[in-house]
């Protein structure tokens, strides 16, 4: 069961290696127990299926991904071969949409949290 866990992180992101091991998840482990109806809940993987359902809402959250991995708007937009002004107007649109900044520590957790409940609700046994 533990590996099955494991297994529905991989790939949650850039930051994520491509194979997780159980014993290291720690506490994002129980992030795993929670329903998909419960995760659909949450206000901000609501906002995160609103941005996905649009166009280039895949490409958005391409962008929020590569940002969370590496702290930086210019390494985000190496991440996705963009330039780095129009990850920065990506960002400050999703900023709008989300309702929080994106620039703080507390922000990026909020995001990183949301993009992982989000795969992992896709991800659902």
């Not at 992180?9 to 994520?16: A, H, K, L």
């Not at 900044?101 to 507390?106: E, I, N, R």
């Not at 922000?107 to 046994?125: N, P």
Request: proline residues 3%.
């Amino acid at each position: 069961r533990l590996a099955r866990t494991a297994l529905r992180f991989v790939r949650t992101g850039r930051s994520w290696p491509a194979v997780v091991s159980a014993d290291r998840l720690g506490a994002l482990a129980a992030l795993a127990r929670l329903r998909a109806e419960d995760i659909a809940e949450v206000t901000d993987v609501a906002v995160l299926d609103r941005i996905a359902a649009e166009p280039q809402g895949e490409e958005l959250l391409s962008v929020l991904r590569a940002f969370c991995a590496t702290g930086s708007t210019r390494k985000a937009a190496a991440e996705v071969h963009r330039h780095h002004s129009t990850i920065a107007v990506r960002l400050a649109q999703a900023e709008t949409r989300l309702g929080f900044p994106l620039t703080d520590p507390v922000g990026r957790t909020r995001l990183e949290l949301a993009l992982i409940l989000h795969h992992l609700r896709d991800t659902a046994e």
